[in-house]
Antibody, heavy 125, light 111 residues
Framework: EVQLVQSGAEVKKPGESLKISCQGS????????IAWVRQMPGKRLEWMGI????????RYNPSFQGQVTISADKSITTAYVQWSSLKASDTAMYYC??????????????????WGQGTLVTVSS | QSVLTQPPSVSGAPGQRVTISCTGS?????????VHWYQQLPGTAPKLLLF???NRPSGVPDRFSGSKSGTSASLAITGLQAEDEADYYC???????????FGGGTKLTVL
């Protein structure tokens, strides 16, 4: 079974930088898109962006474009999301998840089948 | 405001049947995109519950079923159990937003 293991909780101050990680198991890591999903306290899930570790092809949700940078290192089957200057509003739980069916056609179901355990990011002065 | 709309909460007694609705639009369900459902137990990550409108991943009990018609979808849970108490989210792809969208989530309380 696929496992996605995320880095631990972080407490940061506004303006600080941060990079959190998501390590996948199995040789198929590079063959699927990995998504980052934000869940603010008591709020819905929001996709932030996706990356294909095989060639680092990346797409961002316009709401997150310019706010975060998503990257991957296929040699260690790990995906990352980073912030250069955190804000209090970045306080949230962040999940990585494997995307099945990266496609824009209705004939191609597109969903997230395996999820990491989540990384809680708290930004407070 | 979510692109997919769910009721904030539903409840039912053990053994009963409950349904959770998910209303979309012409750019997601109405355009033919499937609905997928996730279960999020308290303090844990979301878990895929149903994919492709009504398909269960291995290990998901057949008490969980789903359907989609037009711009609406629903999740049904029969034989409600205390362990089903969780938040449930619907998800699809939206062609207008060119991305994946989630419902606002529904909290299921087992009375």
């Amino acid at each position: 079974e696929v496992q996605l293991v995320q880095s631990g909780a972080e407490v940061k101050k506004p303006g600080e930088s941060l990079k959190i990680s998501c390590q996948g198991s199995g040789s198929s890591f590079s063959n699927y898109y990995i998504a980052w999903v934000r869940q603010m306290p008591g709020k819905r899930l929001e996709w932030m962006g996706i990356i294909y570790p095989g060639d680092s092809d990346t797409r961002y949700n316009p709401s997150f474009q310019g706010q975060v940078t998503i990257s991957a290192d296929k040699s260690i089957t790990t995906a990352y999301v980073q912030w250069s200057s955190l804000k209090a509003s970045d306080t949230a739980m962040y999940y990585c998840a494997r995307l099945i069916g990266y496609c824009t056609s209705p004939s191609c179901p597109s969903y997230f089948d395996f999820w990491g355990q989540g990384t809680l990011v708290t930004v407070s002065s | 405001q979510s692109v997919l709309t769910q009721p904030p909460s539903v409840s039912g007694a053990p053994g009963q049947r409950v349904t959770i609705s998910c209303t979309g639009s012409s750019s997601n369900f109405g355009a033919g995109y499937d609905v997928h459902w996730y279960q999020q137990l308290p303090g844990t990550a979301p878990k895929l519950l149903l994919f492709g409108n009504s398909n269960r991943p291995s290990g998901v009990p057949d008490r969980f079923s789903g359907s989609k018609s037009g711009t609406s979808a629903s999740l049904a849970i029969t034989g409600l159990q205390a362990e089903d108490e969780a938040d449930y989210y619907c998800q699809s792809y939206d062609s207008s937003l060119s991305g994946w969208v989630f419902g606002g989530g529904t909290k299921l309380t087992v009375l």
